[in-house]
């Protein structure tokens, strides 16, 4: 028997182990279409599942449920692959999120272009997981979370805040014109701060083109939606240090970020590579132990499940949008999409990541807070 043959047979056992079958005729099951697919899979990992369906080596008729059979298998964990390996010794020995490698997510992702994220959050640019306790579509989820966000840090007219990884400034105008605050946004993505600045025209909102390390001035309140998975263990202590001296006593911070039910140092290799380098999903004891001493824990709120939902409606915007969006975006691109996309769906819905909003005092709130949902 070749060595072909024996690779081939060695991912049909695994894979026999996540219910899915080679060739089969269920949604989910992996319909191979080159034969070197077996032996990179084995040699590659996670990498070489995400490149060999980038390369169109392989389909399936349900991307996101054949990901989630794999996860709930736990597949990842048997096979690694040496690009897993790698980045294992790379994550104990340097720190990927520096000054000077922090901007690199921002030229590879947040600046492949406006028209790409555009076509696919909807009405507003808002990058992070909706709100759907009482929303019916994705616009309204994401305006609820939003509303959410300004509730929770009990927002006033005259406030001054500050957005932390601010986007494309969605969150910080919903925040000027439904509660009458000024702002300050910092982001790392020149796209971004350009669109931010052109969105928040006539505002009294400041955006900057600015590490959040280099903040030192107060604020009433802070926030910071979908940033933080960017930071990096190394630099979680200081994290949570700039937000304290940006806060008077009394103020109130507003961490929303994607959590991982363990503590890790890195992220898939795939991810790495092609979609958040140097990013990694924190755990609830690396968030607790970096903010020890510096704040109090007033809420702790999971809405994980509501970020599947979320991206099933992304996933049906870009896929309508395709065409219009032009040969920028060729198929190598658009399947290297769907598998991130699928992806993150899979890994909300198998309850491997979740999503957090932790509301942080400086020194407690008096009598604790009334936290609304």
């Known amino acids: 028997m070749g060595a072909g043959s024996l690779a081939r047979r060695r991912v049909e056992a695994l894979l026999a182990d996540a219910d899915v079958r080679i060739g089969g005729d269920r949604a989910w099951d992996l319909e191979p279409r080159d034969e070197r697919l077996w032996t990179r899979l084995l040699a590659q990992g996670s990498l070489g599942l995400g490149e060999s369906y980038m390369d169109g080596w392989w389909d399936t008729g349900s991307l996101d449920g054949l990901l989630l059979r794999l996860i709930q298998a736990r597949l990842g964990e048997k096979v690694r692959g040496l690009a897993g390996l790698r980045d294992v010794l790379v994550a104990r020995l340097t720190n990927p999120q520096t000054r000077s490698r922090s901007g690199e997510v921002g030229r590879r992702h947040y600046d492949l272009g406006n028209d790409l994220y555009a076509a696919m959050l909807g009405r507003r640019l808002v990058y992070s997981c909706g709100y759907w306790r009482d929303a019916a579509d994705l616009d309204a989820a994401q305006e609820a979370k939003l509303d ?5 840090l009990r927002l006033q007219p ?69 940033m933080f998975e960017h930071v990096g263990v190394r630099n979680y202590r200081e994290y949570f240090e700039v937000v304290r001296r940006c806060l008077p006593p009394g103020g109130l911070f507003l961490l929303h970020t994607i959590g991982s039910n363990v503590s890790v140092r890195r992220t898939d290799p795939w991810i790495a590579r092609y979609i958040f380098p140097n990013s990694m999903l924190p755990s609830a004891a690396q968030v607790t132990r970096a903010s020890e001493g510096k704040f109090v824990v007033e809420d702790w709120h999971n809405f994980g499940p509501d970020y599947d939902r979320t991206l099933q409606a992304w996933r049906d915007n870009i896929e309508a949008a395709w065409e219009r969006l032009g040969p920028r975006y060729d198929e190598r691109f658009r399947r290297m999409w769907r598998f991130y996309l699928a992806g993150s769906m899979a890994s909300f819905r198998a309850r491997r990541a979740q999503l957090w909003q932790v509301l942080l005092s400086p020194e407690g709130v008096p009598g604790g807070l009334r936290v609304p949902r």
């Open 158 to 226: 005259g406030m001054r805040v500050l957005d932390i990884g601010c986007g494309w400034g969605e969150a910080l105008k919903f925040a000027a014109e439904r509660y009458g605050v000024s702002g300050v946004g910092v982001t790392i993505s020149a796209e971004q701060a350009a669109y931010a600045r052109q969105l928040c025209e006539g505002l009294p909102i400041e955006i900057r083109l600015q590490d959040y390390r280099d903040l030192d001035e107060r604020f009433d309140a802070v926030f910071s939606i979908g």
């Open 148 to 152: 959410l966000v300004c509730r929770k």
